[in-house]
């Protein structure tokens, strides 16, 4: 004899469970995901600038950050001096000979002007191109064209 089931087939609710964990997952996907994407270098309050830059996937990043006496020096997360600052990147233009030759420079508001061309006048001399790095300002507009003519 066959057993055959009295009530009613109501699956409902059931079926919609899956699509919910689904929506939820890519929610915070979509949510936690910048803060998860790894950055270079330390964190610095930068100066505003009016010229965004495009994303570079491989470049050296070098960050003048406050200091008690003198201004830090970071290459990537690394604490360095100016000569090992100069070591570490004559090692770095040794291993990859063109795939890393940008350097991208972030420059606190309060190091001075005379350790920020002395930084950027080594990584010159070491054979790289430079980016100076700065935060996009929300009161500051984008020029129409990425040179401004002088007149």
């Known amino acids: 004899m066959?057993?055959?089931?009295s009530?009613?087939?109501?699956?409902?609710?059931?079926?919609a469970v899956p699509i919910l964990n689904l929506f939820a997952l890519l929610q915070l996907f979509f949510l936690l995901g910048p803060s998860l994407v790894l950055q270079s270098g330390v964190a610095v309050d930068l100066p505003p600038s009016r010229f965004q830059m495009e994303r570079y996937q491989e470049s050296i990043v070098v960050t003048l950050g406050p200091g008690n006496a003198a201004p830090s020096i970071y290459l990537g997360r690394d604490e360095v001096?100016?000569?090992?600052?100069?070591?570490?990147l004559e090692k770095l233009r040794e291993q990859s000979a063109q795939r890393k030759s940008l350097v991208l420079l972030k420059t606190d508001k309060s190091t001075p002007v005379g350790v920020e061309r002395e930084v950027t006048e080594l990584i010159l001399r070491k054979g790289f191109r430079i980016a100076l790095v700065g935060k996009t300002a929300p009161g500051l507009e984008r020029p129409s064209t990425p040179f401004p003519s002088r007149e």
Request: proline share 10%.
């Open 2 to 5: 066959k057993l055959e089931m």
């Open 7 to 15: 009530l009613p087939e109501r699956p409902g609710f059931l079926h």
């Open 81 to 88: 001096t100016l000569d090992g600052l100069a070591d570490r």
